[in-house]
């Protein structure tokens, strides 16, 4: 009779190598995320800033006068 299934050592032998694969994985995701999220922020303030511009340009307020 034949057995069906996996044998613990490749189980084990399976869950290690996806251990390391996370860990190698792991340093460039997460410098990845942190790149999108300030170049996100960038973006917004960058925009806050234009609106900025364009309300004060529609009152006539000088650019010198913003800081």
Do not use: Q, W
């Not at 032998?13 to 170049?39: Q, V």
């Amino acid at each position: 009779m034949k057995d069906k299934g996996f044998t613990l050592v490749e189980i084990l032998g399976s869950i290690f190598i996806i251990t390391m694969l996370a860990l190698l994985t792991a340093p460039i995701t997460i410098r990845i995320l942190n790149k999108s999220k300030k170049e996100t922020f960038v973006k917004s303030i960058n925009g806050y800033m234009d609106a900025a511009c364009m309300h004060n340009a529609k009152k006539g307020i000088e650019k010198s006068h913003i800081h």
